[in-house]
Nanobody, 122 residues
Framework: QVQLVEFGGGLVQAGGSLRLSCSAS????????MGWYRQAPGKKRELFAT???????NYADSVKGRFIISRDNAKNTVYLQMNGLKPEDTAVYYC????????????????WGQGTQVTVSS
């Protein structure tokens, strides 16, 4: 199986920065697109940043210009650099990867990180 483990969440002051990482391990044949979701209390989980295997990126308007998604394919890791954090960025952040397993390389599926809390204080 494939597992994604996240690191880097925490408490930060408004205007500050935080860097998240998410590493995949297990029976990996290949990792295709990767992305970051977040979910605030009472709200649905929303996708706000994606990156293709070739490095192409897309961002939601809410984070555009402040957040940067990147990946290191050799390490099977996706990163999220968050700058200019605002209190409204407070949420649980989840990484996601479109993965092909060695057990069934002709199919891909979504793998999820465990979630990490990001809290931005005023």
């Amino acid at each position: 199986q494939v597992q994604l483990v996240e690191f880097g969440g925490g408490l930060v002051q408004a205007g500050g920065s935080l860097r998240l990482s998410c590493s995949a391990s297990g029976s990996i044949f290949s990792i295709n697109a990767m992305g970051w979701y977040r979910q605030a209390p009472g709200k649905k989980r929303e996708l706000f940043a994606t990156i293709t295997s070739g490095g192409g990126t897309n961002y939601a308007d809410s984070v555009k210009g402040r957040f940067i998604i990147s990946r290191d394919n050799a390490k099977n890791t996706v990163y999220l650099q968050m700058n200019g954090l605002k209190p409204e960025d407070t949420a649980v952040y989840y990484c996601n990867a479109r993965v092909q397993s060695t057990s069934s390389p002709l199919y891909d599926f979504d793998a999820w990180g465990q979630g990490t809390q990001v809290t931005v204080s005023s």
